[in-house]
């Protein structure tokens, strides 16, 4: 889903759409850290990150526990992701 449906859901006044909105904005986030990572893992990246790969891990493993908490409550809520 590409950022203006994303962000359409975001400011709907339906909490549903809302939390869809934050589900998919939170996988295309999580998308792009993952192409970065494997950039950084193959030798590939363009830039120098000034952190260390472990704080990248952290925010992926955060991302991904996110993603569950959203998806167990859509699951909960009755909300079709």
């Not at 526990?65 to 992701?81: C, G, N, Q, S």
Request: proline fraction near 2%; hydrophobic fraction near 40%.
């Amino acid at each position: 889903m590409d950022l203006q449906n994303i962000t359409a859901l975001m400011l709907s006044s339906d909490y549903k759409d809302r939390m869809k909105g934050e589900y998919y904005h939170l996988l295309n986030r999580k998308e792009n850290l993952e192409a970065v990572l494997k950039l950084w893992d193959n030798g590939k990246l363009t830039f120098t990150p000034d952190c260390p790969r472990s704080i990248y891990d952290l925010q992926l493993r955060a991302m991904n526990d996110y993603k569950a908490v959203l998806e167990a409550r859509a699951k909960i809520e009755k909300i079709e992701l």
